[in-house]
């Protein structure tokens, strides 16, 4: 996977693994289990957060890639 396509996809599966833990601790009465949740969900947006950035460094860098080699092609 390209960019940060990795870390997004593991974000979404950490914040699903997390609302579900979390859902079954309250449903439970569980409160460890309910804290894992949350902290699952928070890793989700960490790690998603980390996918977008590299998605935009990546992006960036291909623009400027290009602007380079418009530079390069014009100065020939």
């Not at 960036?60 to 290009?66: A, F, I, R, T």
């Amino acid at each position: 996977m390209s960019g940060g396509t990795g870390d997004k996809l593991k974000g979404m599966v950490d914040k699903a693994t997390g609302s579900a833990k979390e859902a079954v601790g309250k449903a439970t009465d569980n409160e460890r289990l309910q804290s894992e949740g949350q902290v699952d969900q928070l890793k989700g947006h960490g790690n998603e957060f980390k996918g977008d950035v590299k998605s935009t460094a990546n992006d960036l860098g291909d623009k400027v890639g290009d602007k380079v080699d418009d530079l390069r092609r014009k100065n020939q």
